[in-house]
């Protein structure tokens, strides 16, 4: 009995253990079996070529597979024959499944993939968290490149595989000199949720953004649900980018700049006749003061849109609703 107890207490600290483990960053660790038969493309792996490239084959074609966001050695590199067994001890043989990005394929043509087992684990997450590979920012393809530099920490820190072996140094994302994420303009005022480069970004990271003429200002993010003091700076919802600046009547109160393209008529006269026509298109803005909802006066509005921005906390504070780009220097207004 006391035996039976006692290995009962150890299958449920196995079980935790595991849990633990899976909860790390999920969304680049595994994904539930059912929802990769609903949503990825299934393929046989037929060879595998080094730490992070397969062959798979699927639909009776073969073509090449190249793991997005991880790169490992070389064969023939420090680690890169382990890197080499460590793929091929995952996906030799199997079944797995794939998941695309923004990109299907890289310049060469190779298919870039996420790449899952059929119980769900994701193998690039699995080398990278084993220090078989690291981490590389493969824009636009970012979806779980927050997720996967966690994982690479982790592996740093425990000094496994190339990290102990190889003297390993974690790439940098894509930056200016400063260390500042570069965007333009134009990438952000997208009407989609969340832009794919977002997945560059996390709490207090430095962007740089490049306006239509030219100009350039230096923002801090901030992603939605952080505690803040709401500023001078531009709010990324999915219907655009908008400037929130400060209202020269009132200082202490903030505006919204929300417009729109529409065209202007132009009048001709010919003949003895007036015509109108369309003209060129002009942007018409509504620079308006950001309101709150009647019934939910802690609630804080863009007005027109009517769109929840930030829920006030009391002294100054907000918990914001969406992604806000804080004013630091340079130009505000870079539409």
Not at 89 to 100: K, N, Q, T, Y
Not at 166 to 188: I, N, T
Not at 217 to 234: A, I, M, N, T
Request: proline share 6%.
């Amino acid at each position: 009995m006391k035996g039976n107890a006692w290995r009962y207490a150890l299958g449920l600290l196995l079980v935790a253990s595991l849990a633990g483990l899976s909860a790390l960053p999920a969304q680049a660790q595994d994904r539930r079996p059912s929802d990769l038969v609903m949503t990825a493309q299934r393929a046989q792996v037929t060879r595998v070529i080094d730490g992070n490239t397969i062959e798979v084959s699927q639909g009776g074609s073969t073509f090449v597979v190249r793991y997005i966001g991880v790169r490992a050695p070389a064969p023939q590199a420090c680690f890169g024959a382990q890197a080499l067994q460590a793929n091929a001890d995952l996906v030799a043989g199997r079944i797995v499944f794939l998941e695309s990005d923004e990109q299907a394929t890289d310049v060469d043509g190779v298919a870039l993939r996420y790449v899952y087992l059929i119980n769900g684990r994701m193998v690039n997450a699995a080398l990278v968290g084993s220090g078989h590979a690291q981490v590389v920012a493969q824009l636009p393809n970012t979806r779980y490149y927050t997720a996967l530099r966690a994982l690479e920490s982790q592996a740093q820190q425990a000094r496994r595989g190339g990290w102990a072996r190889c003297g390993w140094q974690p790439e940098p994302p894509p930056a200016d000199a400063e260390g500042c994420v570069v965007f333009s303009y134009s990438e952000l005022d997208q009407r989609v949720d969340r832009p794919s480069k977002f997945g560059l970004l996390n709490a207090g990271s430095c962007v740089r953004i490049i306006g239509a003429q030219g100009q350039v200002g230096r923002f801090v993010y901030h992603p939605k649900g952080s505690r803040v003091l709401l500023g001078p700076g531009y709010l990324r919802w999915r219907d655009g980018f908008v400037l929130i600046d400060r209202d020269p009547s009132f200082p202490e109160r903030l505006r919204a700049h929300d417009g729109e393209f529409r065209r202007q008529p132009a009048t001709i006269t010919f003949g003895g006749f007036t015509f109108t026509i369309p003209g060129r298109p002009v942007r018409f803005d509504a620079v308006l003061p950001l309101d709150r909802d009647q019934n939910n006066p802690n609630q804080i509005r863009l007005p027109v849109s009517r769109t929840w921005v930030a829920t006030d906390l009391g002294d100054g504070q907000v918990e914001l609703t969406t992604d806000w780009f804080e004013h630091v220097s340079g130009a505000l207004d870079l539409r």
